[in-house]
């Protein structure tokens, strides 16, 4: 099966663009319980990965080691955007940790929050590796390697213990062989995995159900992590972000990457759902998670509308006029 239609996109009554993807739920025997597409193409996780590479970081007991808590584990599985309650988390970790951010292999960068951005260049700022979206995961890595005398020079490469470690949680919650699974290189400098899109929803089905997970570690682990995600939304996303406003509601666990993919599970349903946008695009994947959410009858109504008043499919052009919309077109 090939990429299916999920979303167009009209102007004057006419389709502009089409928004070609993939949908997978998974129930808690593992089950496909929904699928629209491809089913046994890789996609890569990108940052929607980041709650699974948290799993051997917590369970080296580095949170402890360094007095983290869990707003310092909400930043390691965030693509954050720079904004101050971001940055003061991650000046605390660097802090107690005593690492600095030249250690960082990301690139230095500007906030990505418009107005903390506009901020920090009035101030004189310029663009620094802590700014990064992926330096709250990157510090949660260094600080255990520092804690267990590893490398940390070299703590993006592939054979490094902690990479090896992390892959090795990666196929635990995936459920699959590591003949399954593709290895690139993340935009961060990181690698980063691909899955199929079950594989995806498994490991997300099990991150907001730690009960389903039979390694008692790895259990306590992603309670950790699934406690932190839900105690601060905000941290793991930012102002706006689709993960972040999903969280509000407790009953779900998300976690979005670049290029149009997303996780996501709804913990009393026992549901784990991945979402692939074909041409990378990001946005689209609120619209389909909302209809997702409406097409399966989802209780919390509440949850639907913000999404909604988040994301309008009205299209508006520069003078603020209505002059299209948005449509899913896709039946589960």
């Known amino acids: 099966m090939m990429y299916k239609r999920l979303v167009e996109e009209t102007r004057g009554g ?49 949170l402890e080691h360094y007095g983290y808590g869990d707003r310092e584990l909400a930043l390691m599985m965030s693509s954050h955007r720079g904004e101050d309650m971001h940055m003061q988390t991650i000046d605390g970790m660097m802090t107690a940790s005593g690492l600095v951010q030249d250690t960082l292999v990301c690139h230095p960068s500007y906030p990505l929050h418009e107005s903390s951005r506009h901020d920090w260049i009035r101030e004189g700022g310029k663009p ?24 940390l020079e ?68 992603v309670t950790r992590i699934n406690q932190a995600m839900t105690s601060y939304p905000l941290l793991v996303g930012g102002t706006g972000r689709l993960d972040s406003i999903l969280m509000e509601d407790d009953n779900i666990a998300a976690k979005g990457g670049f290029k149009g993919i997303f996780g996501f599970a709804l913990k009393e349903e026992q549901l784990g759902f991945a979402v692939k946008i074909a041409d990378g695009s990001d946005e689209e994947c ?45 039946k589960l």
């Open 154 to 221: 070299t703590y993006t490469h592939p054979t490094h213990p902690a990479q090896i470690q992390i892959t090795e949680a990666v196929l635990e919650m995936a459920g699959v062989s590591p003949d399954v699974i593709g290895v690139g290189t993340d935009g961060c400098g990181f690698p980063v995995y691909a899955l199929p899109l079950p594989a995806i929803a498994a490991a997300y089905l099990k991150l907001g159900n730690p009960a389903l997970i039979s390694d008692e570690e790895t259990r306590q682990a």
């Open 14 to 62: 006419w389709v502009e663009c089409e928004h070609w993807g993939a949908i997978c739920a998974v129930d808690a025997s593992g089950s496909i319980l929904h699928a629209i597409g491809d089913m046994d193409r890789p996609t890569f996780l990108r940052s929607a990965g980041k709650p699974l590479q948290a799993i051997p970081v917590v369970k080296s007991g580095v």
């Open 128 to 151: 620094e590796r802590r700014f990064h979206n992926c330096s709250g995961k990157h510090f949660g890595v260094l600080a255990w390697c520092k804690q267990e005398g590893y490398e």
């Open 286 to 330: 609120a619209y389909v998670i909302a209809e997702l959410l409406r097409q399966i009858g989802y209780k919390h109504a509440a949850t639907i509308q913000r999404l909604e008043e988040a994301f309008p499919t009205i299209i508006k052009n520069d003078q603020g006029l209505i002059v299209g919309e948005r449509h899913t077109v896709f």
